[in-house]
């Protein structure tokens, strides 16, 4: 006789019991329902001392997501510092970048955190693109049980300032996700504002959690790592200018610098396709001839942040001059009662065109102030953009060169009527500093700019100008892991004499075989100018067929012509070679980004 229907009614609960276990399960959460769950699933195993903390933490606890789109480091790092001071405050955090998730994942949140800068005209930085699309389009789920919250950074420079936080934001709320807080639009001088937004933000999220929190005495942070770095933006490394060495000719327009920098015994490691962040001073012909200018005393003491320092010293290594915010050109235009400011304030485009032209001390020598206004040194301080650093892409690998860390720098100059006008960092960095001076530096890593991690994949580098620094990088990397895939290089300047960056390097690189080929453009050698893109079009059968057997693209360089030329000759070479629609070769040049084939650092 079978044994079945006695074991199965051991295991079911009679008509008192099951009435019982209803009554006591009718009120509560879907978190303490998990906690009952695995509370029981222990007993059954017989696991003794068996204790709500214990079991709640292999349940269910609630979670706070973190993402970030970056293409420069500085979302990145304004969502690492969140995350840290959430998980100080007891939240259970997940930090990820919007590249790390599948879009469809963004159904299984309850409460988010969104840190998205906006890169170039509007556009979502590359480890966005994916989400960003998503939550815009028609396979976008209801997240009527999302809690979110978003902080964008931006450049008031830029006509769509903050656009991808903004639309993260409104496409949110539309899918009927409810605010935390709400959105911060950051401009380029964000780090008060973002901490003082992160900690009104956290305050509410922890409200909203107060209950999972509580009950399920959880304190862990997921997919944080290296969070208190040693050397970061914040926190720079004070290292040695070993090099700064012209390596355009003497007839050349431009004023491009090797440059190497000893990274000593900090310990910082940076991999191939990372940038390094660079602080400097403003050099003290200029912050002389602005205080002139403006009539005031250089040992003046003014108060910034928490400390008073001298003006001279404030405009030296506080404030920006070399770059104009239009922010200033309002406030000296309502100071000055300046024409030539007044007619363009309406303009955004004028006003922007403008600040982009000039600097501090021109915008104030080209419209003096009358004499009955009055302006003190905090006042205009106060008016002006604290320096943030400029991020270089690294042109070195420490396979190559160990505590060492190689840039290729263009000296930003112009003139106007009567000075010579240099870069802020490119100046200091050429001019500003000796050899075996101090320059304050950091590494910014970038994910989304990286070799294959297979050796045997080719690929294709398109680097005008100083944009072929990171190449130099993979090259040298690429050598020292002795990686056997195909490397072709597409480079161009102006001309072939004068401007032909790391020419010999390049030149032993395809005598030993590392480099497969180079493709090269110098647009001012020929009547007709010739770019990088014009060369990847007359190569377009063998660029296709690189595509095909799997070849990774990369872009670095100017973001404003260059990379939007050169991804509309790589459609066309697509949509012709693959004989594709437009569509279908948009849809190619989707996948291998997704695919992280298709890869730019531009700027």
């Known amino acids: 006789m079978s044994t079945e229907p006695q074991k199965l009614n051991q295991t079911m609960l009679d008509t008192n019991q099951l009435a019982s276990f209803q ?44 993402l970030y789109g970056s293409q420069t480091g500085n979302a990145k790092g304004v969502a690492k510092n969140l995350a840290a001071q959430a998980s100080a405050e007891g939240l259970n955090v997940e930090l990820k970048s919007m590249g790390e998730i599948k879009p469809k994942a963004i159904k299984n949140i309850t409460h988010l955190l969104i840190v998205a800068s906006t890169n170039g005209e509007g ?61 911060l639009d950051c401009d380029v001088d964000y780090d008060e504002a973002a901490n003082t937004w992160s900690t009104t933000v956290i305050t509410e999220v922890k409200a909203l959690l ?35 060495q012209k390596i355009t000719g003497r007839d050349s327009a431009k004023d491009v610098r090797h440059v190497e920098i000893d990274l000593g015994e900090s310990g910082l490691t940076y991999q191939a396709g990372d940038a390094l962040g660079v602080w400097f001073e403003n050099s003290v012909a200029l912050v002389d001839e602005l205080i002139t200018e403006l009539g005031f ?137 000796d050899e075996g001076g101090e320059v304050k530096v950091f590494v910014e890593h970038n994910n989304n700019f990286r070799l294959p991690a297979d050796n045997e994949t080719p ?30 290089l597409f480079f161009g300047n102006q001309t072939f004499t004068q401007d032909f960056l790391y020419q010999v390097e390049w030149q032993n690189y395809l005598k030993s075989g590392l480099l497969t080929k180079i493709d090269l453009a110098f647009s001012r050698d020929q009547v007709e100018k010739i770019y990088v893109q014009d060369r990847l079009l007359e190569n377009a059968d063998e660029v296709f067929a690189w595509l095909e057997r799997g070849a990774h693209i990369y872009v670095c360089g100017d973001m404003s012509r260059m990379a939007k030329d050169v991804e509309a000759a790589l459609l066309t070479i697509i949509a012709t070679k693959g004989k594709l629609s437009q569509e279908q070769a948009s849809d190619y040049l989707k996948d291998l980004r997704n695919a992280k084939r298709y890869q730019k650092d531009v700027y």
């Open 23 to 66: 009554q006591s399960i009718n009120d509560l959460s879907p978190l303490q329902l998990a906690w009952a769950s695995g509370y029981l699933a222990a007993k059954a195993e017989n696991v003794t001392n068996v204790t709500a903390p214990a079991v709640i933490a292999s349940a269910v606890p609630a979670t706070l997501t973190i």
């Open 123 to 183: 556009e979502a930085p590359d480890d966005a693109i994916a989400l960003h699309e998503f939550l815009s389009s028609k396979k976008a789920p209801r997240l009527d049980h999302l809690y979110y919250s978003v902080l964008a950074l931006g450049d008031t420079s830029y006509e769509l300032y903050c656009q991808t936080g903004k639309d993260f934001d409104l496409n949110l709320e539309k899918l009927g996700a409810k605010r935390i807080a709400p959105r």
């Open 210 to 244: 107060s209950s999972e929190i509580a009950a399920s005495n959880v304190v862990a942070l997921a997919s944080v790592d290296n969070i208190e770095e040693l050397y970061t933006k914040q926190k720079p490394y004070t290292a040695e200018l070993l090099l700064s």
């Open 297 to 433: 005393d250089d040992q003046e003491k003014v108060t910034v942040g928490d400390e008073k320092i001298t003006l001279g010293e404030a405009l030296k290594t506080k404030f920006e001059i070399t770059q104009t915010s239009i922010q200033f050109v309002n406030f000296w235009a309502e100071k000055s009662q300046a024409t030539n400011l007044l007619n363009i304030l309406d303009d955004k485009s004028a006003m922007r065109e403008y600040a982009a032209n000039h600097q501090v001390v021109d915008v104030v020598k080209s419209s003096p102030l009358p004499n009955e206004v009055k302006l003190n040194a905090e006042e205009f301080i106060n008016a002006l953009r604290k320096i943030t650093p400029r991020l270089y892409s690294i042109a070195s690998s420490q396979s190559e060169v160990e505590e060492e860390v190689h840039l290729t720098v263009g000296l930003v100059q112009y003139h106007t009527e009567d000075a010579s006008r240099e870069g802020g960092a490119s100046g200091f960095l050429a001019n500003g500093i």
């Open 459 to 488: 690929i294709i580098m398109i680097g005008p100008g100083t944009g072929v620094a990171p190449f130099r990088a993979f090259l040298q990397e690429r050598e020292a892991t002795e990686a056997a895939g195909d490397n072709w």
